[in-house]
């Protein structure tokens, strides 16, 4: 008993051990049991100052994410009703653009007509030729009359000019013949000018005067052809013209470009062709099936490959760009890792299950964008759609892994 008194004397005067209360039907050598692997005072080893504290554990964000194609599932249909004539690839051919896919039925109907209107457009446009040509030709000898008519214009003007000598010469003569009757009628001079000279300057000025009239009157002519000319041949221009750009752009011609370019697109739904560099990841038809709303062929660039999340809007201020990110699934060889590229603004309800039937199904939640490592790329990109569980790691990328708690300060 004294044994037993001594070691709980020393146990009440320990600091590191808690004050443990055992019921009054526990034997002795029990309590001493208990005593001895609690602490002895004497034997007890005080912390060292500098003694390392345990590692604290980095908080994380767990959420559900899918594995999907950085630029999403191609998925590509046909005309309704169309029945599927050929497939040309399989589940994981790699395709180049503009390669061919599926053939449906109705592409040799579309040939047959896109090869008829291209002969109409064909003979139109020879005929558009012609027309322009002609038009071209008729322009071409409208502008040669013109300038013909300025030709004589030019003429006109030396003609004018011509007459207005004429009329100097009938001035000059009926002065000349009017000085010689004054001088015949003069008594003092009549001697001085004979009957058959003033008979011979009026002849003259007969002669003269007769001369200008027929040239006026030739000039007047020849001036009232060429403006009459001169009007009809710049109507003839305009109207050339006119027909030049009538037949430049034959309505024909456009009415029948405006229906090819619809039966080419008519004709490209008939064919559906890979629209980028990809990988065919799935086929959801056969050969003879007719083409329904659903896409016909999925298509998928593994090039790159994100993991879309869904984090529940209370723990989505937390997401950062770069943060770490780890996802897992059964149905994964391993795990994958990324990091996140960016957080969505917009709230809204998850569209994943979540396996676990207590969890909460009442929240919102925000869709975070993991780029997934191009290591794990090829493994990620033979599951695409497939839902994984996912881990972000929140702590803070620029603070150290472990906290830095004080460590415990000895008492006597």
């Not at 808690?18 to 526990?26: E, K, N, R, V």
């Not at 990841?281 to 050969?287: C, E, F, K, W």
Request: net charge neutral; hydrophobic share 40%.
């Amino acid at each position: 008993m004294n044994r037993l008194a001594e070691l709980k004397s020393d146990r009440s005067k320990c600091h590191y051990c808690a004050p443990i209360f055992l019921p009054g039907m526990l034997t002795a050598g029990l309590l001493v049991v208990v005593a001895l692997g609690g602490c002895n005072s004497r034997s007890a080893k005080r912390p060292s100052p500098t003694a390392k504290p345990p590692a604290a554990q980095n908080p994380k964000v767990v959420a559900q994410g899918q594995i999907l194609p950085a630029g999403g599932l191609m998925r590509l249909a046909a005309t309704p009703g169309d029945v599927v004539d050929r497939i040309d690839v399989t589940v994981g051919d790699s395709v180049r653009a503009g390669e061919s896919l599926i053939t449906m039925r109705s592409l040799k109907v579309h040939e047959a007509r896109v090869q008829a209107v291209q002969s109409r457009l064909q003979d139109a446009k020879q005929q558009q030729h012609g027309a322009i040509e002609q038009a071209r030709l008729r322009l071409k000898t409208t502008e040669l009359k013109l300038d013909q008519i300025t030709a004589q214009t030019k003429a006109l003007d030396r003609q004018e000019e011509l007459l207005k000598l004429a009329e100097k010469q009938v001035t000059a003569s009926k002065k000349i013949l009017d000085q010689l009757s004054s001088i015949a009628k003069d008594p003092l001079t009549r001697d001085f000018v004979g009957a058959m000279q003033l008979e011979q300057q009026q002849i003259s000025y007969n002669d003269a005067q007769l001369k200008y009239r027929q040239q006026a009157e030739s000039f007047q002519r020849a001036k009232e052809v060429a403006e009459f000319e001169s009007v009809a041949a710049e109507q003839e221009r305009r109207s050339a013209n006119l027909a030049f750009e009538a037949a430049k752009s034959s309505l024909a011609v456009a009415s029948i470009e405006s229906e090819l370019n619809a039966l080419e697109i008519q004709q490209q739904s008939a064919s559906i062709v890979a629209p980028q560099a990809a990988v065919v990841v799935a086929i959801n038809t056969r050969v003879g099936e007719a083409a329904a709303q659903y896409p016909l062929i999925e298509l998928a660039d593994e090039t790159k490959i994100i993991c879309e999340v869904e984090v529940v809007e209370t723990d989505a201020a937390l997401i950062k760009v770069e943060q770490p990110v780890s996802m897992t699934s059964t149905a994964l060889p391993k795990i994958l890792h990324g990091k996140v590229m960016r957080r969505a603004q917009l709230v809204g309800r998850p569209q994943l299950a979540v396996a676990d039937p207590l969890a909460k199904a009442d929240y919102r939640s925000v869709v975070v964008v993991v780029e997934i490592d191009s290591a794990d790329v090829p493994i990620a990109s033979k599951w695409l759609q497939l839902q994984v569980d996912v881990e972000i790691d929140v702590t803070p990328l620029n603070s150290p892994a472990t906290s830095t708690l004080p460590a415990p300060v000895p008492q006597s």
